[in-house]
Structure formats: C-alpha cells, structure tokens
C-alpha cells in the first residue's frame, strides 16, 4: 500500500508538543469536554438531536475530575472560568434530567461536591 503523502516527522511533532506548557493542554482539553458536554446535554444549535444525557454525564465527571485534580496547579486565572464552566454544566444536567440527581451525586460532585443553583 503506497500513499503519495509524506510519512509523519515524529521528532518534529514531539518537540513541537514539548514546547507547549502544560497549562495550555490542561485547559484546551477541558474546553474539548466542556464543548463535548454542552453538545450532549442538548445545549447546541438544533440540540434535541444530539441530547445524550449518559454521555453528557461521563463527560462532566471526566471534566470534573481533571479541573479538581489541576486547580492549584492551574492556578486562579485559569481554574476560575473552568469551575465555572464546570458548574454551569452541572447545573444543566441537573436541569435536563428527567429525575434530577440528589444533590451531591450529579456527574462530577464526588469531586466538586453538591452544586447549587
């Protein structure tokens, strides 16, 4: 099998990765969940389509886990708008279910605790 396209540089990538801090991956990839969560609990243009609440929730819970795990690391100016993206997504599952969750036991409260409105 032959392609015409050149094979990756993969030193080049790697160094290329090397050089971005470590902050900058942590919060692209929490954007990344956010978006992803956001799509799932219904909240994007023609949303009832791609509504998939059990989706949303591992999402949320995987965003929960990473922002709670790299606050202080993050340190307040990144951390802050990510809690709070964090929260709203909470919020919106809890408002999307059908049967909301306890409080305390909604996707990622393990880590963040019970959230409120």
Do not use: C, W
């Amino acid at each position: 099998m032959s392609s015409d396209a050149p094979a990756p540089d993969f030193d080049t990538l790697t160094r290329d990765i090397a050089d971005v801090p470590a902050v900058e991956v942590i919060t692209t990839v929490a954007v990344h969940l956010m978006s992803a969560a956001a799509v799932n609990l219904g909240l994007a243009e023609e949303g009832a389509q791609h509504k998939d609440l059990d989706e949303a929730r591992k999402l949320i819970q995987a965003l929960a886990g990473l922002v709670t795990a790299t606050a202080t690391d993050l340190g307040t100016f990144h951390a802050a708008p990510l809690r709070d993206g964090l929260k709203s997504l909470q919020l919106a599952f809890r408002e999307a279910s059908l049967v909301p969750d306890e409080p305390g036991q909604g996707p990622g409260e393990k880590f963040t605790g019970p959230v409120y409105g």
